[in-house]
C-alpha cells in the first residue's frame, strides 16, 4: 500500500545533542510537510517542500532545517534541541499545491528531550 | 493572528446516535475547510473537505456544513460507532494553496 512512513517512532535525544527525523513516502505526491504537534494542541506546519522549493513559516525558530535530497524522502533536523521541542512530529505530503486540502499523514515521531 | 477554533474540547456519545462537531473561524479568505481525525498513536486522516461557496457537503455517514455569516463549520457523523472515537480537527486552506491551518481539536468519545 501507498504511505508515509516515519522512522523512528520514538525519539529520545539530550539537549543541545541534534537530531534528525526521516521522513518516506511511496506516493510519488509533490508536496511535503513538517508538522509539530504538543500534547493536546493541533498540529502546526513548520515547513513544506513543493519538489524542491523550500518554504519555511515566518515563525519557525532557526534551531530546525530540513532536507528534501529527492522525491521520496524528507529530512527534518533539530540542531540544538530544547526541553521545548518535545513534540510529535508529523510528516505528511498532497500530490501537488493545489490538493493542499488533502494531505496525508504519518504515524509521526515522538521526541523526547532530557 | 488569523485562526481557526472549536467550541468544544470533549463530546460523548452514545453509540448509535448522531454526533455533531462544531468549529469557528475567523479567516474568510479561505477557499476549502477541511475535517481531519486524529486516532490516537496516528497521524490526522482526510474525512471531508468543502469549498467556500457550499454550504453543506455530504459522505459516507458524514456531512459537513458551512454557515459563513456567522463562520461556523460543523461535522456531522450519523449512527456513531465506537471506531468514530478520535480527536476531530477542523482545519481551513487558502487560496488553494498548499497550507493547511488547523483549528483546536474535539475528542469525540463514544460509548457502548
Known amino acids: 500500500d501507498a504511505m508515509v512512513i516515519q522512522n523512528p517512532r520514538y525519539q529520545v535525544t539530550q539537549f543541545g545533542k541534534p537530531v534528525t527525523l526521516s521522513c518516506s513516502q511511496t506516493?510519488?505526491?509533490?508536496?511535503m510537510y513538517w508538522y509539530q504537534q504538543k500534547s493536546s494542541q493541533a498540529p502546526k506546519l513548520l515547513f513544506h517542500?513543493?519538489?524542491?522549493?523550500?518554504?519555511n513559516e515566518a515563525d519557525t525558530p532557526d534551531n530546525f532545517q530540513s532536507r528534501r535530497p529527492n522525491t521520496s524522502f524528507c529530512f527534518l533536523d533539530i540542531r540544538s534541541p530544547g526541553l521545548g521541542d518535545a513534540a510529535m512530529y508529523l510528516c505528511?505530503?498532497?500530490?501537488?499545491?493545489?490538493?493542499?486540502?488533502?494531505?496525508?499523514f504519518g504515524p509521526g515521531t515522538r521526541l523526547t528531550v532530557t | 493572528g488569523e485562526s481557526v477554533g472549536l467550541h468544544l474540547p470533549t463530546l460523548s456519545v452514545q453509540e448509535g446516535d448522531n454526533s455533531i462537531i462544531n468549529c469557528a473561524y475567523s479567516?474568510?479568505?479561505?477557499?476549502?475547510f477541511i475535517w481531519y481525525k486524529q486516532e490516537s498513536g496516528k497521524g490526522p486522516q482526510f474525512i471531508i473537505d468543502?469549498?467556500?461557496?457550499?454550504d453543506k457537503r455530504q459522505g459516507q455517514r458524514v456531512t459537513v456544513l458551512l454557515n459563513k455569516t456567522v463562520k461556523h463549520l460543523s461535522l456531522q457523523i450519523a449512527a456513531t460507532q465506537p471506531g468514530d472515537s478520535a480527536v476531530y480537527f477542523c482545519?481551513?486552506?487558502?487560496?488553494?494553496?498548499?497550507?493547511?491551518?488547523f483549528g483546536q481539536g474535539t475528542e469525540l468519545s463514544v460509548k457502548p
Open positions: 505528511a505530503t498532497s500530490r501537488d499545491r493545489d490538493r493542499g486540502r488533502e494531505q496525508y
Open positions: 506516493l510519488n505526491h509533490n508536496v
Open positions: 517542500y513543493y519538489d524542491k522549493d523550500f518554504n
Open positions: 479567516n474568510s479568505a479561505s477557499d476549502y
Open positions: 468543502i469549498r467556500s461557496n457550499m
Open positions: 482545519a481551513e486552506n487558502i487560496n488553494q494553496g498548499g497550507k493547511l491551518i
